[in-house]
């Protein structure tokens, strides 16, 4: 997988440590998918004991920059999902 599909990929939150803001929750077990997890990932998490939510975003734009070691040079990616971009060279 390269930066660019993994930055579109489904992606796995977890709820395990202290939030940032307000009331500081924690909530170990729970797990926020998003949407298109594929079925059997969703159903061996929920076999394991996690809390399973589902959502059509789990995030904000995801943004990363790969190092091609063999090439000598970067790759930039982007989510498909805000206005972001990730430029490399």
Avoid: C
Wanted: net charge negative; aromatic share 12%.
């Amino acid at each position: 997988m390269n930066a660019q599909e993994a930055a579109e990929a489904a992606n796995i939150n977890s709820y395990q440590m202290q939030a940032s803001f307000g009331a500081h929750q924690s909530e170990p077990g729970k797990l926020l998918l998003r949407e298109d997890m594929p079925a059997w990932v969703q159903r061996k998490l929920t076999q394991m004991g996690y809390d399973i939510e589902t959502k059509a975003l789990t995030s904000g734009p995801i943004t990363a920059i790969e190092f091609d070691q063999e090439q000598g040079g970067f790759w930039g990616a982007a989510s498909n999902f805000g206005e972001d971009y990730g430029i490399a060279w």
